[in-house]
């Protein structure tokens, strides 16, 4: 991607875009567990 677009950080978009989506997906869908136990 980098030889055919000329632009050195072309690679990095896929990264980015992943851990985002990681981000994303995390916060909208993992409870909160602040005070409820959860070594039962």
């Known amino acids: 991607m980098v ?4 632009h050195i950080y ?3 978009w896929y990264p980015i875009v ?3 989506m990681t981000l994303v997906i995390g ?4 409870p909160e567990t ?3 136990d959860i070594t039962k």
Request: hydrophobic share 55%; no cysteine.
């Open 10 to 12: 072309q690679g990095l």
């Open 18 to 20: 992943i851990a985002s």
């Open 27 to 30: 916060t909208l869908f993992l």
């Open 3 to 6: 030889v055919a677009s000329g």
């Open 34 to 36: 602040k005070h409820v």
